[in-house]
């Protein structure tokens, strides 16, 4: 018999990795929930840094902010998250834009606000949302585009901080969070409004978590729905949306951050979930079914027509439907491609459709992401999607006049008026903007409102929601619009430089340690490339498997955006585990590109992983 103790198991080797030294991070618009301290990296040595590249228009963004809130509870001694505050449009680069941005969507970690992308350029980020994780010693280890990662990335912090415990550069305790001080008022951030059949305003208070029914002026708050705390409850609420009355004079309520459709009885004040498993679709998900089955994907306003329950499904760039009387959800419209692609309602593509406005035999659409006003009719075989004021993801600004070249920056509310011409919360410029299909005018009825998400007509007077006011502001229809001197803007993000001729395109993946791809039911990868100007692209446009692709590129067009929308799917690789636990990773690019003799032969963008 042998007394010796038995040798210990030999730790795992950790996996090699490339070292990249950290850049420096920097931001002209200064830091954010750090109680005044400016942060520097060295600051933050000795812990798991990840940086969250972002902007608040992006809903991928506030999924991603979403997914980050259990990692960042459970590793809060060893982990610091940093948001970079990273804008697309020229109001997010104010800086009480982002404070306000900060509050909104509950943000419980350092901010710096990089209004002129600074940090943005020296990681060489393309898209939000972006994760970079840097390693205890201040080295670049990770970099994630898009959604779905957060496995990957605690499976990431459990490996550094084992490496780095036993290196002893790990250092443990309290982050450099300083929560504000909060702000008494009645209303924060509301989102959407509605009248009720008693004359009453029901309004979702969304980063409350709650519906407050009002009193017919607008002020008075009569009672409160929900708990207050974020929650899927019969009473809790996730940053709940649109609102829509029922034939019936119940309420649906696009609950936004629940991936879910609840209804709300206003004479009893129950609430009973109808469409959504409080889960976020996925590429490869049902979209369709008995509606308590199928997942959804943040569902931002809500309208009946047509005998349906029409869903702006912001998360997927979709319209859904739900059919009360069946039971069941499904797609309506929209491809799930983001950008601004008119005909057949199977065939459109959509941008963070936001706000939702029946009138007749049209359903008018708030599509935020491009700056559009847009609408779907009945068409034959189905339905039609139509474009009345927008041109696409880059191109914005406040400009009146004929639609064909007007201009909204960000809009997320239209409500029709009684002369068939609509209104439109044209949040990222402040105002309230009409849209006249009689004239093909677009004018400007009134300015100096702050982020109006939403409208509802209250006899001859419309109430807008002023969303960064915390308020209900009654407006008097004006019989004369607002003049507005125009101003154009285009995203300032710097174009990448491509050689003319042939681009090789290499989507960079590397699945999580542990897991390996999912071939189970065929390829577990997928690209699909195209391009605005549509000619910018002589070949490799489409569809393929592969996650890189040879771009031929016209040489009469010389600057354009490449849209490339990238998906892989990973499981556990165990083969003792029957179930494995597999996961998503998906992303969708905008590029600007410039073409010219000095330029790139080679375009990557990384989905996860380091680009070797």
């Keep these: 018999m042998n007394d010796a103790a038995p040798a210990p198991t030999p730790a795992p080797e950790p996996r090699r990795r490339a070292r990249v030294r950290a850049p420096e991070l920097i931001g002209k618009g200064g830091w954010l929930n750090t109680g005044g301290k400016e942060l520097t990296l060295a600051d933050l040595r000795g812990r798991v840094v990840i940086l969250d590249f972002w902007t608040f228009c992006c809903i991928n963004c506030l999924h991603v902010l979403d997914e980050l809130r259990e990692l960042e509870?459970?590793?809060?001694?060893?982990?610091?998250?940093?948001?970079?505050?990273?804008?697309?449009?020229?109001?997010?680069?104010?800086?009480?834009?982002?404070?306000?941005?900060?509050e909104r969507y509950e943000v419980h970690h350092p901010v710096l606000d990089d209004p002129e992308l600074a940090t943005w350029k020296q990681y060489a980020v393309r898209a939000w949302p972006t994760l970079v994780v840097i390693d205890p010693e201040g080295y670049v280890v990770a970099q994630h585009a898009g959604e779905g990662h957060a496995h990957a990335i605690a499976r990431l912090v459990e490996e550094l901080e084992a490496e780095h415990g036993a290196k002893g550069t790990l250092r443990r305790g309290d982050g450099p969070y300083v929560a504000p001080e909060p702000v008494a008022t009645d209303l924060r951030f509301p989102g959407k409004a509605l009248v009720l059949p008693s004359g009453n305003l029901l309004v979702s208070d969304s980063t409350r978590h709650q519906l407050v029914e009002l009193e017919a002026d607008g002020e008075t708050v009569v009672r409160r729905i929900g708990s207050g705390e974020r929650g899927f409850g019969p009473d809790a609420f996730s940053e709940p949306q649109g609102l829509a009355l029922l034939p019936d004079g119940r309420v649906v309520v696009a609950d936004t951050v629940n991936h879910a459709l609840r209804v709300l009885d206003p004479e009893t004040g129950a609430v009973e979930t109808v469409a959504g498993t409080?889960?976020?679709?996925?590429?490869?998900?049902?979209?369709?079914?008995?509606?308590?089955?199928?997942?959804?994907?943040?569902?931002?306003?809500?309208?009946?027509?047509?005998?349906?329950?029409?869903?702006?499904?912001?998360?997927?760039?979709?319209?859904?439907?739900?059919?009360?009387?069946?039971?069941?959800?499904?797609?309506?419209?929209?491809?799930?491609?983001?950008?601004?692609?008119?005909?057949?309602?199977?065939?459109?593509?959509?941008?963070?459709?936001?706000?939702?406005?029946?009138?007749g035999d049209r359903l008018w659409i708030a599509d935020s992401e491009t700056s559009a006003l847009r609408y779907v009719e009945p068409a034959e075989g189905g339905y039609a999607v139509r474009s009345a004021v927008g041109t696409g993801l880059f191109d914005f600004g406040h400009r009146d006049g004929d639609a064909a070249q007007a201009l909204l920056q960000h809009p997320l509310g239209v409500t029709a008026l009684p002369d068939g011409s609509v209104a439109v919360c044209d949040t990222y410029n402040h105002a309230l903007r009409r849209y006249d299909p009689?004239?093909?005018?677009?004018?400007?009825?009134?300015?100096?409102?702050?982020?109006?998400?939403?409208?509802?007509?209250?006899?001859?007077?419309?109430?807008?929601?002023?969303?960064?006011?915390?308020?209900?502001?009654?407006?008097?229809?004006?019989?004369?619009?607002v003049r507005v001197d125009a101003v154009a803007h285009r995203t300032q993000r710097a174009a990448t430089e491509v050689a003319p001729g042939t681009l090789r395109l290499?989507?960079?993946?590397?699945?999580?340690?542990?897991?390996?791809?999912?071939?189970?039911?065929?390829?577990?990868?997928?690209?699909?490339?195209?391009?605005?100007?549509?000619?910018?692209?002589?070949?490799?446009?489409?569809?393929?498997?592969?996650?890189?692709?040879?771009l031929v590129l016209n040489p009469a067009v010389t600057e354009g955006v490449l849209h490339v929308s990238a998906m892989a799917a990973s499981c556990d690789d165990d083969p003792a585990n029957e179930y494995p636990a597999c996961h998503v990773h998906q992303q969708d690019w905008g590029v600007p590109v410039v073409v010219t003799a000095a330029g790139a032969a080679r375009l990557p963008l990384v989905l996860a992983g380091m680009d070797a």
């Design 73 to 102: 509870e459970k590793h809060r001694d060893t982990v610091v998250i940093i948001g970079v505050h990273s804008p697309k449009f020229v109001h997010e680069a104010e800086h009480a834009a982002v404070v306000d941005a900060v």
């Design 278 to 359: 409080g889960r976020q679709w996925w590429q490869g998900s049902p979209t369709s079914g008995p509606a308590l089955e199928v997942d959804l994907s943040s569902p931002w306003d809500v309208a009946w027509w047509q005998g349906r329950v029409w869903i702006a499904m912001a998360g997927v760039h979709q319209l859904w439907t739900w059919d009360p009387e069946s039971g069941t959800v499904g797609v309506a419209a929209g491809t799930t491609n983001e950008g601004l692609v008119d005909g057949p309602a199977a065939e459109a593509w959509f941008a963070q459709p936001s706000g939702l406005a029946a009138a």
């Design 438 to 481: 009689a004239t093909g005018q677009v004018s400007t009825l009134a300015t100096d409102l702050r982020e109006p998400s939403a409208a509802v007509l209250v006899g001859e007077d419309i109430v807008v929601v002023e969303s960064a006011r915390h308020r209900l502001t009654r407006l008097r229809l004006p019989e004369e619009a």
């Design 506 to 550: 290499d989507v960079v993946f590397q699945a999580p340690a542990g897991q390996k791809l999912d071939t189970r039911y065929g390829p577990s990868t997928r690209l699909l490339v195209s391009s605005t100007p549509p000619e910018l692209l002589a070949e490799g446009e489409g569809a393929g498997s592969d996650l890189f692709r040879d």
